[in-house]
């Protein structure tokens, strides 16, 4: 779990940027304007800032010269095809650039490697017969290798990062294909079930009665 910095004047988009990695266990921080990251900043510390560019008071290049040397990883959100944006921010230290608009897994990707090379992140989950390579993404079963679609590791993600907490159906939806996905929760049923079998996991992600799923992994 990290602590992130949302800095996007667009309130729908600062909201689905919070909400989906809220999903996945990170502590967020909502701000509006380029002069409140520092209000923000004294208050706590981050491990990540998003930072948009077209900003109210002071835009995304003026913040991200104003934060000097403070070591805190950056990610740039700047509009589609302003390729001078891009360059310009990786040139002041800017760690990536998200295009909008962008999938929720592509943000949900890129903030876990931007914290993976902060080194922020947890690098390998086991439980018993089971490893999650959370790096490379890859899901092993008594040392071989088991092939995951897309949706699977987010939520098998999900369920490690937020291990022994109960998940919701239509917060598993909105994990592994997107808060604006207009999916029917049943979706969510049948990947866990292919999830459990694949890893004899049926006593390891349990059903929560009326709500979702839990992932057990008391220690
Ligand atoms: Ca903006």
Not at 167 to 181: C, N, P, T
Request: hydrophobic fraction near 45%; charge should be neutral.
């Amino acid at each position: 779990m990290a602590k992130i910095l949302i800095v996007e004047d667009e309130k729908a988009i600062n909201n689905l940027i919070r909400k989906n990695l809220e999903a996945v266990g990170h502590d967020c921080v909502s701000v509006f304007d380029g002069e409140a990251v520092f209000d923000a900043l004294e208050k706590q510390e981050f491990d990540l800032i998003l930072l948009d560019i077209m900003l109210p008071k002071l835009d995304g290049f003026e913040v991200i010269e104003h934060l000097g040397d403070a070591e805190i990883p950056v990610i740039f959100l700047t509009a589609r095809g302003s390729v001078d944006d891009r360059v310009r921010g990786l040139k002041l230290g800017a760690d990536d650039y998200i295009t909008k608009p962008f999938h929720i897994l592509e943000l949900q990707a890129r903030v876990e490697a931007v914290l993976r090379r902060a080194q922020k992140a947890d690098k390998s989950f086991e439980l018993g017969d089971v490893r999650v390579d959370l790096s490379g993404r890859k899901v092993y079963f008594k040392g071989r290798a088991v092939d995951f679609t897309p949706q699977e590791y987010a939520l098998i993600e999900a369920f490690i990062r937020n291990r022994n907490i109960a998940l919701s159906r239509d917060k598993l939806l909105e994990i592994a294909w997107g808060y604006e996905f207009g999916g029917d929760t049943r979706t969510v049923d049948a990947h866990i079930s292919r999830i459990r079998k694949k890893l004899q996991w049926e006593n390891v992600i349990k059903t929560v009665y009326k709500l979702g799923y839990r992932l057990e992994a008391k220690k």
